[in-house]
């Protein structure tokens, strides 16, 4: 008995440990998305101060960023599969906080946009140490819990990117320029970039000196080296109804997420006739309250199922969220007033935040140990280049070349929706039993 007791002991006081980790890790993860959204709602003041065109601007809160974060992703993750995932993200948090800051220093369009793929370079380290980090530090009963906090970081830093945002659009319309020492002449967005950039290198620090680099367990944990790309290539291809399935079907689904988080404040803006900071205030404060609410719900709904035996309980989870979020997100193309436009874009991203944590998270459990990092990186690559990089520009084209005027904004969103989000539940649905059987593979 007593040995029993000290058992249970020591198991607390390590999950008490894990949960501190995750705390970290949320603090890393919400710095990477303040400093990946703030450009949201920067477009005015940069646009003006460099006097370049929205394709130009484009370019740089997108491509400069997502295309380099995917680039390197890969080979960031082999070296999440073999070394050291602690120092990896460490390293990570430190460069893109930097280039964060460099970003206020920049002069014209093409210094911003080189130090914009710094933050990308920088912040493809996080998601393959992060999530293979917290599979090994949690047993499977608490993970999806586990993911789905560390995933808070990002709906924190989201919500606080657009209210930082909004505060310094509000803050330019009486000052045109601020003279610092050193620095000299400066805009008001320029010092934005290092208030949210610079506090993340005492992130980096607190990493390496709290952050211990926990034992790889599970399938595939034997030898020191990564293994090679063809091979989990091959992996993937010989289980592709069941990757292919996930990845792709999630993907899908995440054109409407990331729809929603950059066309958000925008909605407002057209169809209630907001200022820029008022959109910002009230979108990140939706991001921060109903985005936080659903990952932890998700989190705790997927563990209940999985403790009842559902082994592709994950996975269920993100198909309840992609019923319920359907109506809600069609339902911004008919709100006619302020308060049933904000209560369904509440609700849609509540649901749309459930995926957040567990899609990586099935992942996870589907994969080898030495595979995870790359596995998350091929996901990562996949869901930013269809998810992000479709996304948003569907709503766009559809704004533009289907209903012809920009107030139609709500009902853009509502028609992606409605065929998107049904496309991605298909796929899913249909991987459920190949899902299932590599679930028990690895189990």
């Known amino acids: 008995m007593e040995r029993m007791g000290s058992s249970e002991a020591r198991d607390g006081a390590n999950l008490g440990y894990a949960w501190y980790v995750v705390a970290v890790l949320v603090v890393a993860q919400a710095f990477s998305f303040l400093d990946r959204m703030i450009m949201g709602l920067l477009v005015g003041p940069i646009r003006e101060s460099f006097q370049i065109s929205d394709t130009q601007y484009s370019l740089l809160a997108g491509l400069a960023f997502s295309l380099f974060y995917a680039i390197m992703g890969l080979p960031l993750a082999r070296v999440a599969d073999s070394k ?3 120092n990896l993200i460490a390293a990570g948090v430190a460069v893109w906080s930097a280039m964060t800051a460099l970003c206020g220093l920049a002069r014209g369009f093409w210094s911003l946009f080189i130090a ?14 992060a999530y ?20 808070v970081g990002v709906t924190l830093g989201s919500g606080l990117a657009y209210m930082v945002g909004g505060a310094v ?5 009486n000052i045109e320029q601020i003279v610092l020492p050193l620095l000299g002449p400066m805009h008001g967005w320029q010092l934005t970039f290092f208030i949210v950039g610079l506090p993340g290198i005492f992130v980096s620090i607190l ?12 399938v595939g944990v034997d030898g020191a080296d990564s293994i090679p790309l063809s091979e989990v290539a091959q992996y993937l291809w010989q289980r592709r109804s069941a990757f292919g399935g996930h990845i792709f079907g999630i993907s899908i689904f995440v054109m409407v997420v990331y729809a ?35 990952l932890l719900l998700a989190g705790t709904i997927a563990d209940a199922w999985m403790q009842r035996g ?24 008919f709100a006619n ?25 099935t992942l996870q459990l589907m994969t080898p140990n030495r595979m995870r990092g790359q596995v998350i990186a091929i996901y990562t690559l996949v869901a930013n280049l269809i998810g992000l990089g479709l996304g948003p520009t569907v709503v766009a084209a559809t704004t533009d070349y289907v209903f012809g005027y920009d107030e139609a904004i709500g009902q853009s969103i509502a028609l992606s929706a409605a065929v998107m989000c049904p496309l991605g539940g298909l796929l899913l649905w249909r991987s459920l039993p190949a899902i299932r059987g590599q679930l028990e593979e690895q189990s």
């Open 132 to 151: 293979s980090m917290i599979t090994d530090y949690f047993p499977r009963r608490i993970l999806a819990r586990a993911l789905s906090v560390y995933m």
């Open 84 to 86: 050291s995932r602690r």
């Open 260 to 294: 929603l988080n950059l066309w958000g404040p925008t909605y407002f803006i057209r169809t209630f006739g907001y200022s820029p900071a008022e959109a910002g205030w009230v979108f990140g404060i939706v991001m921060i309250a109903a985005g936080t609410a659903g």
């Open 337 to 361: 007033t302020e308060a049933v436009g904000i209560l369904a874009m509440a609700l849609a991203v509540f649901f749309s935040a459930f995926q957040g944590g567990i899609a990586g998270g």
């Open 207 to 218: 990493l390496m000196a709290t952050v211990r680099e926990p034992r790889r367990r599970g």
């Open 116 to 129: 914009r793929t710094g933050v990308g370079v920088g912040e493809a380290t996080l998601a393959p140490g």
């Open 310 to 333: 559902t082994k592709d309980a994950y996975v269920r989870t993100i198909l309840l969220s992609i019923i319920c979020i359907t109506p809600c997100a069609v339902t911004l193309g």
């Open 169 to 173: 659009v509000a803050s330019l319309e």
